[in-house]
């Protein structure tokens, strides 16, 4: 079965990592230079990005920075089981080229994450390819994260899970046509009425911890919860841990 599927996901992954490792000429519109790339030794590449504008200075000078690599030898096992809940529901939603990744906006209400005795709604999901995130050092192929915002709209929660080849993804399938006629385009279109349950997202085990954005301006204050299931380049360098701390809920 898992071979048989393989071609599809593969399709998937090509047609990503064609996306997202080429920034410049994919996504750029005629005349329309991208702010920032993610071209390792590029003038605009990760290790620039906080010299780019001011108000990116966070990118260089932030402590508490996303990705991470996620090392067992430096997570601690939380006290308590966590309050993660996902009250997630149906709403239309609309399917973007951000110019850095496909997204799926939700319009109106499409439910909420609950964590930390809060809850956040959701806003939209996207995907990364490679993964962003490591665990144990080890990359996935690709990375789905959900984004949820506070009362000031800004992203507060983030919620990622991995992908491995050879699992082919109905919920990334959904948006075929969306993103091969999007790919090139920076352009949106309505896609109806989409469930995020549908992306199988879970909040069984999991790793939590106090990160950013993962792209310019890389605003801090950012509640990553990282799904530890299959835990055995548009993606940002890993950055230092510094002084914080990771936990682990089970
Ligand atoms: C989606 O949009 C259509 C057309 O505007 C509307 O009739 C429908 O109620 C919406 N569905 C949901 C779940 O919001
Ligand atoms: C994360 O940040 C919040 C708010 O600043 C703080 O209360 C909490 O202790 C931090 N958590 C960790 C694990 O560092």
Request: charged share 25%; with cysteine.
């Amino acid at each position: 079965m898992e071979n048989y599927s393989l071609p599809i996901f593969s399709c998937w992954f090509i047609l990503f990592i064609l996306y997202c490792r080429e920034p410049i000429p994919i996504t750029a519109q005629a005349g329309e230079e991208p702010e920032f790339d993610y071209i390792e030794g590029s003038p605009k590449g990760p290790q620039h990005w906080g010299e780019l504008k001011p108000e990116w200075a966070e990118c260089k000078d932030g402590r508490s920075q996303s990705p991470i690599d996620i090392l067992n030898k430096n997570v601690k096992i939380a006290s308590n089981t966590g309050d993660l809940r996902l009250n997630y529901k149906a709403s239309n939603a609309t399917v973007k080229n951000t110019g850095f990744s496909i997204e799926v906006a939700w319009e109106g209400d499409a439910g909420s994450i609950h964590i930390d005795g809060k809850d956040y709604p959701l806003q939209q999901c996207h995907w990364h390819s490679p993964s962003e995130h490591l665990i144990n050092g080890k990359r996935y192929e690709l990375e789905l994260h959900m984004a949820h915002i506070d009362a000031t709209n800004k992203i507060s929660v983030a919620h990622a899970q991995f992908y491995q080849i050879g699992e082919p993804d109905s919920f990334l399938s959904k948006f075929t046509e969306e993103i091969k006629s999007l790919v090139k385009k920076k352009e949106e279109r309505a896609k109806g009425v989409i469930d995020p349950r549908d992306s199988n997202m879970e909040a069984v085990k999991y790793y939590k911890y106090n990160g950013s954005q993962t792209f310019p301006p890389c605003a801090e204050g950012i509640t990553w919860i990282i799904n530890e299931k299959y835990a055995k380049n548009n993606a940002r360098p890993v950055q230092a841990l510094n002084d914080r701390e990771v936990f682990r809920y089970c």
